[in-house]
């Protein structure tokens, strides 16, 4: 299951179907055929595909936007948007997705459907008209669930040049959003490992920009208030995403 959405804004330039010619008069000599209906604007799709490389970190519905330069998903030492911040600390991709839409320079968004669990995989699909291939990204973010606040994903991947059955495989790093404390405490983890609160509107982080994330320091590495067990601790890389474009 997934959930595609294309800008508005840009499917205005494509026109919309032609209206039939009506009245009841078809034995009329005079009444004109319908006018056919104009050819469907040509599509071009690609398939993503995000792997859980971690071993107890749980990654939340990946959100996957098209897009071209101009837009981007985070920026390293820059402020989280409001999407980022509620995604990063709660795992919830639709206020991203919406920030997303409201950008001239995105083409449309698709969400993955579920959460990935350690070395499970997800594939969305997502489309684009053919004229908007020249200079045409793809971004990926999704949460390490049982964290404060850390991502993961791909950022302005060119497949611009892309033909049916070209695709890359890249790997990526975790990064904090920096809008989030990591205290490691269950109230503020919304995963399994937690079960605590979500997005918070409070940043609490006195970074409040995207870095590297340092990692998970854990109870069992000495930090008494953390609830996060060795089994959490991750490495980089966190993830893969394969790119490919089907049609």
């Known amino acids: 299951m997934l959930i595609i959405s294309h800008n508005p804004a840009r499917l205005l330039a494509i026109g919309v179907t032609a209206l039939l010619a009506g009245g009841c008069g078809s034995d009329n000599p005079q009444t004109p055929p319908p006018a056919p209906s104009p050819p469907l604007p040509a599509m071009a799709s690609f398939e993503v595909t995000t792997t859980n490389l971690t071993n107890s970190q749980p990654l939340s519905p990946v959100a996957v936007v098209a897009h071209q330069a101009g837009y981007s998903v985070f920026g390293i030492g820059t402020a989280a948007t409001a999407g980022l911040e509620t995604l990063a600390e709660g795992g919830d991709n639709s206020v991203l997705i919406a920030e997303a839409m409201a950008d001239i320079m995105v083409m449309a968004t698709a969400s993955g459907a579920a959460p990935i669990g350690p070395a499970g995989s997800e594939t969305i699909t997502i489309q684009v008209l053919e004229s908007e291939l020249p200079g045409l990204t793809i971004?990926?973010?999704?949460?390490?669930?049982?964290?404060?606040?850390?991502?993961?994903?791909?950022?302005?991947?060119?497949?611009?040049?892309?033909?049916?059955?070209?695709?890359?495989?890249?790997?990526?790093?975790?990064?904090?959003?920096?809008?989030?404390?990591?205290?490691?405490?269950?109230?503020?983890?919304?995963?399994?490992?937690?079960?605590?609160?979500?997005?918070?509107?409070?940043?609490?982080?006195?970074?409040?920009?995207?870095?590297?994330?340092?990692?998970?320091?854990?109870?069992?590495?000495?930090?008494?208030?953390?609830?996060?067990?060795?089994?959490?601790?991750?490495?980089?890389?966190?993830?893969?995403?394969?790119?490919?474009?089907?049609?």
């Open 139 to 247: 971004s990926t973010s999704t949460m390490l669930v049982n964290t404060n606040d850390a991502i993961t994903g791909v950022n302005g991947v060119d497949v611009g040049s892309f033909a049916a059955g070209d695709s890359v495989n890249l790997r990526s790093i975790a990064y904090d959003a920096g809008t989030e404390a990591n205290t490691e405490a269950a109230a503020h983890i919304p995963g399994p490992a937690g079960g605590g609160e979500g997005f918070n509107t409070a940043r609490d982080d006195l970074a409040d920009q995207v870095a590297m994330h340092s990692g998970v320091v854990s109870q069992d590495d000495g930090k008494a208030t953390s609830d996060l067990t060795g089994q959490h601790r991750f490495d980089n890389p966190v993830a893969t995403t394969r790119i490919a474009r089907i049609n």
